[in-house]
């Protein structure tokens, strides 16, 4: 298993850019496919963006296609999404979780970190 913790969370306005940060502990690391989930209040837990193990691979959720990026290195365990021209429906919780294959769905997750909040003002 590998240990997942997101950071970078924060306050911005409509149009601002936030970088998360998922640091990942274990050596068995670079094996896992990681994602990035998001869970707005009173909604279920949605997709938005993976990367392969390697970072070749990418997928992202129709709703943030071209503002969001995913991007990972290896060498420092750490995986990062880049987020740009917010939205207010962006606001979330964002999870990071690995995953044994680049996946949507968020059942065929099996490690979590413990969420960072992001909230975007109008």
């Known amino acids: 298993q590998v240990q997942l913790v997101e950071s970078g969370g924060g306050l911005v306005q409509a149009g601002g850019s936030l970088r998360l940060s998922c640091a990942a502990s274990?050596?068995?690391?670079?094996?896992?496919?990681v994602g990035w989930l998001r869970q707005a209040p009173g909604k279920e837990r949605e997709f938005v963006a993976a990367?392969?193990?390697?970072?070749?691979?990418?997928l992202y959720a129709d709703s943030v296609k071209g503002r969001f990026t995913v991007s990972r290195d290896n060498a420092k365990n750490t995986v990062y999404l880049q987020m740009n021209s917010l939205k207010p429906e962006d606001t979330a919780v964002y999870y990071c979780?690995?995953?044994?294959?680049?996946?949507?769905?968020?059942?065929?997750?099996?490690?979590w970190g413990q969420g960072t909040q992001v909230t975007v003002s109008s």
């Open positions: 979780a690995a995953s044994r294959s680049m996946t949507g769905w968020a059942h065929e997750y099996v490690s």
């Open positions: 274990g050596r068995t690391f670079t094996l896992y496919a």
């Open positions: 990367i392969s193990w390697r970072g070749g691979s990418t």
